[in-house]
């Protein structure tokens, strides 16, 4: 298994060059260099400055040699300075990184439970009550937009109940305390899952079908099996199978779509800090902030990978 | 095409979709044509005006301009953006599916490779890295949402390219000195062009989900002119104070992101075939009963008593009677074998007894199953699964698919086990590593911390006798547990049960349609045909003096070992299809025998209690060679 791991670890190396390559290719089409010069000496933008600028930046150089030399500092843990924030980009990254993953890794929990939960309750009750209303729920789960979705959980149960905090995370930032944080956590947190539910449950429906139709379901039965363990054993735990990579797919989403909700939900996270970024043009920002994101949803990936080959006997380990 | 379409709108939810986008689209087509107000020229003294207002139907926004008349063209726009993304995505996506698909090789993999990369992206992040390049715009928002999707179609596309692409009509193409652009045009398009357009209806309720997402951040649309997402993006200030300005743009993505999933669910589900058969519905645990006719009275005949059962399978307003007025039974210690060709209804049969029938589509609809003398269609689920592999336990054909490949064998025979009886872990383990070795498997001990692909198919199939006879059943039914072995093993699976059958006393029905192996193991047969027995006699009569013309025709298919050549005499003919039984014999279309009588009424049972023959023309009349 050790082994496993460290060979799936090796092969993400050319996934991560890659990332970093696509990163800085899209980076450098910027046609405005000249706009994000503006956009960092404001009035003092003058030809001279903005030249000696360039050449600070290093933009007199190839585009090769440059992203050598992004890749390299990176390597050393260097991934630049923000122009916006006026200080380290990784500092800055590391900061927000955590809140976001607080929020997509409770998001990721309640989506796979509640996911495969309706799911299978679906599949055991095919065309039953529970099934109907579940689907219907799926279906406005997998149509509203998260962003809506968080705005009318704001006017609903922050506003007009007064249940919960309009925003912010304030158990963490500003002070707070820690057992403050889930009652800051829930909508937001909701709200980014809904849709990954949606997905999921309607995965896991359809593999748990398509299960219940196999032999050794029916020699399970045969067996003498009780039926609830037929369902919860033996069909889940091999429609699991087809489950857990579209998990991981889900979890991409959750730490993207993260964005929207940390918007909605004024969340310190990543997603906002790249918003920002983007309208700031601060590029090193951007940059480093999408190159890290992208490489720990590889490593999650990974991670997905090997709890497969622990289910699943058949995969070559 | 026309199928297809009446397919899809007889699922209800699809035609709701398909009405709804459908007007979403005209209003937006048409509202250029309508008397509305300027969407964007404010008028800040009407600021936040509530719905239903004389000339502000929606109220205003917080510039005072009219709600209404800003959703209709934030829609258009909306709309727009997401169709066009879709095309964009689609045809360039497509376009590097097929060249990879139809190419193969290095460019292939090339291709592949750099796709792959981008779908290691959270694909949100990416349309972000893009924007953040190309700078906010609704333009620049459509092309960062149709090239994160473009991964998708090419993955997608390359799939169904790369299966046509080995096909004989692509090789004939090029045999026939067509060159790569005019095969990829006229012969490989055409036939994924389908595809595509599926993959755009399913996918554009997303991008015009992910562009007004964009635009929600301020990336996308730049006021004053507004896409559904920014209108709700510059509400989102005035979320307390105003709610209407959030509700209106983020219903109107709601419905039309739900009507196209709606419609893009009801395409699919109308091209999917196993839908379509309903193969993927779910089994209950057990069998439906519908019993239409009188129960038969218990006869004191056997351990395990089938009685006129009737097994159908209702497809659709199609009845397909597999099994059809069958009585067998099966005494003590007793070998019986069952006979057939495929589709006989011998195994529905065998899995009637049970319950164990897939249903739906499975029914029985007649008869009775007596496991002494208690009628089993008429248990209740508990008293059924009491029985199950612990009185009455079963042999499957082809163990790979029978048993479960993420569980190890020496769990699934503990499972067994302990279904019926309270014992700790470690007692069934030692038992489950006896029953190993009554099956003569070589290193019981560590083969049991195998899983089912690590064994061959010998061994995987006397793991399944194994699991048969953990709880010491009255009643083993095996259904061709020797069909998908070779010769060698099948002897040696054979004298296993044959022994396990004299020293334990069990009875065994045995499920065939090779006639050496009922020589060897039963005393007596039954032949089925279509779903109704044909003959049933001493095994010894039988393969003597077969009485029935099928039974006949049927050993004559045998080769014989050392017998000299001769022509093997197939049948002509298939056997019917069940949902369309012919009156009278429903061997009589392929029987040379067959006279108008045959297909006219019911065939009685011929013979004594011993040999019996369905037949109005048998071979011999069974009495006299008894006698």
């Known amino acids: 298994m050790g082994a496993y791991i460290l060979k799936r670890l090796i092969s993400a190396v050319p996934v991560l060059l890659g990332i970093t390559v696509i990163v800085f290719l899209i980076m450098s089409m910027i046609p405005g260099a000249p706009a994000t010069a503006t956009a960092i000496l404001g009035s003092y933008a003058t030809p001279e400055n903005v030249e000696k600028l360039d050449r600070d930046r290093g933009l007199d150089k190839p585009l090769v040699t440059r992203y050598f030399i992004w890749l390299g500092n990176m390597l050393t843990g260097d991934f630049g300075r923000s122009f916006s924030l006026n200080r380290p980009v990784l500092d800055e990254i590391l900061d927000r990184f955590n809140a976001t993953l607080v929020l997509a890794g409770v998001a990721f929990v309640l989506c796979t439970l509640l996911g495969i939960l309706a799911g299978v309750v679906s599949a055991a009750r095919q065309n039953g009550f529970a099934d109907k209303a579940f689907t219907f729920v799926v279906l406005i789960g997998i149509s509203v937009p998260s962003f809506f979705l968080g705005m009318m959980m704001i006017l609903t149960f922050a506003v007009n109940l007064r249940l919960l905090p309009v925003s912010g995370m304030d158990a963490i930032y500003g002070g707070g305390d820690l057992p403050d944080l889930p009652r800051y956590l829930v909508m937001p947190a909701l709200a980014l899952a809904v849709v990954a539910t949606g997905v999921i449950a309607r995965l896991s429906r359809s593999a748990m079908l398509e299960v219940l139709r196999q032999d050794y379901i029916r020699t399970a039965r045969a067996k003498g099996v009780d039926e609830r363990r037929v369902i919860m054993g033996h069909a889940l735990r091999a429609a699991m199978v087809s489950i857990i990579p579209v998990l991981g797919i889900q979890a991409g989403f959750a730490l993207s779509g993260s964005v929207y909700i940390e918007i909605v939900f004024q969340w310190p996270g990543i997603g906002r800090m790249l918003v920002d970024a983007i309208l700031k043009r601060d590029i090193l ?23 497969q080959s622990l289910l699943d006997p058949r995969i070559k380990t | 095409m026309s199928g297809f379409l009446k397919l899809l709108f007889r699922n209800r939810l699809a035609a709701v979709g398909a009405v709804i986008i459908g007007l979403i689209c005209l209003v937006a087509l048409a509202t250029p044509l309508l008397p509305r107000a300027d969407p964007d020229v404010p008028a800040t003294a009407d600021r936040f005006q509530r719905p239903f207002r004389p000339g502000h ?114 090789d004939a193409a090029r045999l026939a000195g067509k060159g790569h652009t005019r095969i990829i045009l006229t012969e490989l398009l055409p036939n994924v062009a389908s595809m595509i357009v599926i993959a755009m209806s ?41 709610p209407h300005t959030s509700v209106v743009p983020g219903v109107m993505i709601f419905l039309i992101v739900m009507s196209i999933n709606l419609l893009g669910d009801g395409v699919r589900n109308a091209l999917d075939p196993r839908l379509r058969s309903g193969a993927l519905t779910r089994p209950r645990a057990v069998t439906l009963v519908e019993r239409r006719g009188a129960i038969p009275a218990a006869d004191q005949k056997g351990l395990l008593n089938i009685q006129d059962l009737e097994t159908q399978f209702h497809v659709g307003d199609r009845v397909y009677r597999a099994v059809n007025a069958v009585s067998l039974h099966v005494n003590p210690g007793e070998a019986l074998g069952i006979i057939a060709e495929s589709g006989s209804g011998k195994s ?65 025979l503990t499972e067994a086990i302990q279904a019926h009886h309270k014992e700790p872990d470690d007692a069934a383990r030692a038992r489950a590593v006896e029953l190993l070795k009554a099956v003569r498997i070589p290193n019981a001990e560590s083969r049991i911390r195998n899983y089912p692909h690590q064994m061959s198919g010998g061994m995987r199939q006397r793991v399944g006798i194994a699991m048969a006879l953990a709880n010491d059943p009255e009643v083993i039914i095996a259904d061709e547990p020797t069909t998908a072995l070779d010769v060698t093993v099948q002897a040696q699976i054979l004298s296993l049960l044959d022994d396990l059958r004299r020293e334990r006393g069990l009875a065994i029905i045995f499920i065939t349609h090779d006639f050496d192996v009922v020589a060897q193991l039963c005393e007596r047969v039954a032949v089925m045909y279509a779903g109704k027995i044909v003959e049933e006699g001493p095994t010894g009569a039988i393969l003597a003096q077969p009485a029935h013309p099928y039974t006949r025709r049927l050993m004559a298919c045998l080769p014989e070992l050392g017998g000299g050549k001769r022509r093997l005499a197939a049948i002509p003919g298939l056997p019917p299809v069940v949902s369309d039984l012919p009156p009278g014999c429903a061997f009589a279309p392929r029987c040379d025998k067959a006279t108008a009588a045959c297909r006219a009424g019911e065939i009685p049972f011929d013979g004594d209690a011993a040999h019996r023959v369905h037949c109005l023309h048998p071979e011999f009349a069974p009495m006299e060679v008894l006698a």
């Open chain 1, 285 to 307: 920002l951007v940059q480093g902030g999408v190159v890290f994101v992208a490489a720990a949803y590889v490593f999650f990936n990974i991670a997905v990978e090997v709890a």
């Open chain 2, 202 to 242: 399913t996918t554009a309720g997303w991008m015009i989900l992910e562009t007004a997402g964009l635009s929600f951040l301020g990336l996308g649309s730049q006021p004053p002119v507004a896409d559904l997402g920014s209108m709700l993006g510059e509400a989102r200030a005035a979320l307390i104070t105003s």
């Open chain 2, 348 to 412: 529905v049969t065998a899995l009637s007894v049970m319950g164990l029938v897939a249903s739906p589509p499975g029914v029985i609809t007649g008869g009775a199953v007596r496991y002494e003398g208690e009628d089993l269609l008429a248990a209740t689920y508990r008293s059924l699964r009491e029985k199950r592999g612990d009185k009455v336990a079963y042999i499957f054909q082809d163990p790979l698919s029978t048993l479960h490949p993420l569980f190890r064998v020496g769990d699934q």
């Open chain 2, 57 to 170: 139907l929606l109220g205003t926004d917080h510039l005072g301009r009219d709600l209404a008349s800003r959703l209709l063209w934030g829609t258009r726009l909306s709309l727009a953006v997401g169709v066009a993304a879709a095309l964009i995505a689609g045809t360039i996506g497509s376009t590097i599916g097929i060249v990879a698909g139809y190419f193969g090789g290095r460019i292939d993999n090339v291709i592949m490779r750099g796709v792959d990369m981008l779908m290691a992206f959270p694909y949100i992040l990416l349309a972000l890295a893009i924007v953040a390049a190309l700078g906010p715009g609704l333009m620049n928002a459509l092309i960062a949402v149709a090239a994160v999707n473009i991964p998708f179609f090419a993955r997608n596309i390359r799939g169904v390219t790369v299966g046509l692409a080995g096909r004989e009509f692509i």
